[in-house]
């Protein structure tokens, strides 16, 4: 699979990744709010960041009106105006919506700090709900709005690549572990490997499991980690169902579960400048009994 990447040492596949079964057109949180071309120019205000509300939305059944809201963002003007996922937006102020598409252009057109009236429909009756739009956080802060201080979700159709591993969290439960989602084709991700080598060497015999997740099947897994020089577990997702779950649309992207298989933080790309305080807090949390 072909990748872009970006100056932040993220990659970026050029497909989505894979919606899980049942969630129709589901847009994911970081593009459900975001702008078209110049988000600048979509506001009232050339000066006022853009608007965020907060939301993952689906579209609906043809012939059903409006979108449906998939996910609230933790934390979010969403969720502090009581929006919910089920909720059908209708309207946001005079703006019919019927696609993900139509909330995301209204949604830009206005700026942080407008307030929008949403006309939804919740279980069969109609509803109107004043929300406040935020300040689009930048993909780190989204992505730890959404896990963090969270269970971490649980690892689905994973097959072993490399190691002794059983893939699922479960059977993890009382370890400190580190997820990374890479694949073979990702610049970025190799920098991450001496950094992964290193923890794994360091703290493994304390607690630790690194797990190395890529879309990559069993075989290309294997010989990649091989030839990569990677030392921890590897496992492969060649449906994709975990790195939808954990909303794995850029890679590098690290997640650090403690032994209660929450999430502690979370990593988008390769920074150098975050690997020590991330070192702390893994030495913090292997000294947790």
Known sequence: MAAQSTPTGVSVPQTPAATPAGAGTATPPVIAAQATADP????????????????????????????????????SPAEAAGLAPGDV??????????????????????????????????????????????????????????????????????????????????????????????????????????HMNEWHEKYAARGLRIIGITNDPVARAATAASDLGMEYAVASDETGKTSSAYQAHAIPLVFVIDRAGTVRDVMIGYDADRFPSMDDLLRRLLAQS
Not at 48 to 54: I, K, N, V
Not at 63 to 71: D, I, L, P, S
Request: net charge negative; with cysteine.
């Open 89 to 194: 937006i209708v309207r946001l102020d005079n703006d019919a919506v019927s696609t993900p598409s139509d909330v995301v252009a209204a949604v830009s057109a206005r700026h942080a700090g407008v307030k929008v009236a949403v006309m939804l429909k919740r279980a069969g009756a109609d509803r109107l709900i004043a929300v406040t739009l935020g300040v689009f956080p930048e993909e780190t802060a989204l992505m730890r709005l959404n896990f963090v201080d969270r269970p971490a979700p649980p690892f689905e159709a994973l097959e072993t690549a490399k190691g002794n591993l059983t893939p699922t969290l479960a059977s993890l439960r009382g370890q400190v572990v580190v997820v990374e989602f890479w694949a073979s084709w990702c610049v970025a991700c190799r920098a991450m490997i001496p």
């Open 40 to 75: 600048v120019a979509a506001t009232s205000d050339s000066d006022a960041p853009r608007g965020w509300l907060g939301v993952e939305l689906e579209a609906l059944g043809t012939g059903e009106a409006g979108v449906g809201v998939a996910h609230v963002v933790p934390h």
